[in-house]
């Protein structure tokens, strides 16, 4: 999982073959490696483990505890080729671009720099929840990227926006997005028809001169486009 979670979950790491303990040094070293593959557009992964005798309990929060680690592992996942056509097309649309992602703030600083999107403001998960929602609100409106947040804080954020009289539009295709994704087909639900209609041109606009779709986005967008009283998207 998450780099930082699983670390904050182990107690011991595995080295050469032998157990040993996982000392603060370690971690500050393991950070600082991660932090560098971050900078270089690496997304990275913790692996830890704990053996235990089987048993038929339920497994829960609490046993996320005592864990070893094996290692971790670095992948690039680079986006894709369209995405800075399609941001500098929403832009000039009068379009405002807000990132709100589960990855850290180092490669999401990174990918926005891949796709030319400026950086102002930087709104951490870890500091939004001390946030009132009047106090949100107002950060929310000016807050460019949202970084390391849960499922609940990124409903949290498209929830305050629409509060203040914003339109919202959501896209995400990861199981972390499945609660912001909803909400958004609940509020496409209702829409007045003639906005359903200047949605329905704008969707289709944007898909056809800017986003390659995988078969996942495809499905997405047609499931929008039932609820919005079309059959789908030409």
Known sequence: GAVEEIFSCCRYAQSNGQQIPLTPEHI???????????????????????????????????????????????????????????????????????ILTGDNEIITRKVCHEVGLPIHQVLLGSDLDALSDEQLATKAMNVQIFAKMTPQQKARVIRLLRGEGRVVGYMGDGINDAQALADGLAHALALTQSAREALRQRARSHVEQNFSLSHMCAQTLAVYARLLGEDGLA
């Open 28 to 98: 500050a070293n393991l950070k600082t490696v991660v932090a560098d593959l971050n900078q270089d557009g690496f997304r990275v992964i913790a692996i830890a483990v704990r053996e235990e005798a089987a048993s038929q309990k339920s497994y829960g929060v609490a046993d996320e505890s005592d864990l070893v680690l094996l290692g971790y592992v670095a992948f690039l996942d680079p986006p894709k080729e369209s995405a800075k056509a399609a941001i500098e097309s929403l832009q000039a649309g009068g379009v405002q671009i807000k």
